[in-house]
T-cell receptor, first 117, second 114 residues
């Protein structure tokens, strides 16, 4: 089974509108972290936001917020007031904490977001 | 401060050749990770270092791949007898330590094996 599932290969959003990018995850660990990264066409992975499994409040970073629904195992990224510069690939990733010595990130396949002027 | 840097940014080689890819992490970051990203996919984990030692190399695909970090800072990913299937973007990331710290990525090295 996929550990990280991003079901939207591509999304379009009008400039200044909000958009939600979906992410579901699968883990049996109690302690884990969820991340969103942005990858523009230049290729660099840019960290956006982090949510810990024990965090009671949804994470927010400027125009980015993470809609964390633990029972549903979902961690959707919400981008408010979209800008043209938001056009990029977006990756959801998980780090599971239980296995000693393993801090690798597992990534989904990504969603390509296109912001329309 | 400076972010993670990787050299070269692009590498073209022929099948069967040996290549080295370099990663210079953020100063003071003790944890360093290598990932490989194939076209249209998310990055896949290769190996991670805590200090000088490889703490987890479970993602290396076979024994043609090897990585070192002799002084606990710069790391080199080495690929022997390259194959066309090795063509990908190789990403390096570092974090302050391994305890739930965010990984910050470099720009990657695009490897093309002809």
């Amino acid at each position: 089974a996929q550990k990280i599932t991003q079901t939207q290969p591509g999304m379009f959003v009008q400039e200044k509108e909000a958009v939600t990018l979906d992410c579901t995850y699968d883990t049996s660990d109690q302690s884990y972290g969820l991340f969103w990264y942005k990858q523009p066409s230049s290729g660099e992975m840019i960290f956006l936001i982090y949510q810990g499994s024990y965090d009671e409040q949804n994470a927010t970073e400027g125009r980015y917020s993470l809609n964390f629904q633990k029972a549903r195992k979902s961690a959707n990224l919400v981008i408010s007031a979209s800008q043209l510069g938001d056009s990029a690939m977006y990756f959801c990733a998980m780090r599971e904490g239980a296995r000693a010595g393993s801090y690798q990130l597992t990534f989904g396949k990504g969603t390509k977001l296109s912001v329309i002027p | 401060g400076a972010g993670v840097s990787q050299t070269p940014s692009n590498k073209v080689t022929e099948k069967g050749k040996y290549v080295e890819l370099r990663c210079d992490p953020i100063s003071g970051h003790t944890a360093l990770y290598w990932y490989r990203q194939s076209l249209g996919q998310g990055p896949e984990f290769l190996i991670y270092f805590q200090g000088t030692g490889a703490a987890d190399d479970s993602g290396l695909p076979n024994d043609r791949f090897f990585a070192v970090r002799p002084e606990g800072s710069v790391s080199t990913l080495k690929i022997q007898r390259t194959e066309r299937g090795d063509s990908a973007v190789y990403l390096c990331a570092s974090s302050l330590n391994t305890n739930l710290q965010t990984q910050y990525f470099g720009p990657g090295t695009r490897l093309l094996v002809l």
